[in-house]
């Protein structure tokens, strides 16, 4: 069975840093590209970062390029993303997601997702 | 960036009754289109994948089609567990951008 399951969400400060966790079961993690998704309370999702398989390619929007970076540890079936620079308009649910590009490009499993909470 | 509108944001409907969901892109995305669902306790499964294509262990009441510009994903008729918010999202170009989201309620 496919898991899933983010962690190192919390409150942080404006302009401080976070890194997010999310450790994969049940399937070859390095045959897969890994993304984070994320939802603002009560918005609707929005496409964070994307990481090849073995990691050497990254993809993101410009709203985090430049302050966001994911990254992967195959051994470890584990993706990252270090969040720096964070502002309030972080503030959101961020999901892990595994990227099938088998057929077409989708995401077909996702985690329960970890909170995020940029406040002073 | 290309824009996704998902219509309606809000549609009550009854146990039984057929739905559809429409999202238009802000230009052309060659079919390059997914569905998704996602419950009130923010579990998210995919349903469609390159517009008409159902993710295995979706049940064959939902189906998706369109062309251009213009998609749609329709329920033929809804189940208790369908009532959900459903998500339209592109992958045409980066970007990779969603829909706003539509809200299935029961009425």
């Known amino acids: 069975e496919v898991q899933l399951v983010e962690s190192g969400g919390g409150l942080v400060q404006p302009g401080r840093s976070l890194k997010l966790s999310c450790a994969a079961s049940g399937f070859t993690f390095s045959n897969y590209y890994m993304a984070w998704v994320r939802q603002a309370p009560k918005k609707g999702l929005e496409w964070v970062a994307t990481?090849?398989?073995?990691?050497?390619?990254?993809y993101y929007p410009d709203s985090v390029k430049g302050r966001f970076t994911i990254s992967r540890d195959n051994a470890k079936s584990s993706l990252y993303l270090q969040m720096n620079s964070l502002k309030s308009e972080d503030t959101a649910t961020y999901y892990c997601a595994r990227e099938d590009y088998s057929a077409s490009p989708y995401f077909d499993y996702w985690g329960q997702g970890v909170m995020v909470t940029v406040s002073s | 960036d290309i824009q996704m509108t998902q219509t309606p944001s809000s549609m009550p409907a009854s146990l039984g009754e057929r739905v559809t969901i429409s999202c238009r892109a802000s230009q052309g995305i060659s079919n390059y289109l997914n569905w998704y669902q996602q419950k009130p306790d923010g579990t998210i499964k995919p349903l469609i994948y390159?517009?008409?294509n159902l993710q295995s262990g979706v049940p064959s009441r939902f189906s998706g089609s369109g062309s251009g510009t213009d998609y749609s994903l329709t329920i033929s008729s809804l189940e208790p567990e369908d009532f959900a918010m459903y998500y339209c999202?592109?992958?045409?170009?980066?970007?990779?951008?969603f829909g706003s989201g539509t809200k299935l309620e029961i009425k």
């Open positions: 999202q592109q992958y045409d170009s980066s970007p990779l951008t």
């Open positions: 390159y517009t008409s």
């Open positions: 990481i090849s398989t073995s990691g050497s390619r990254t």
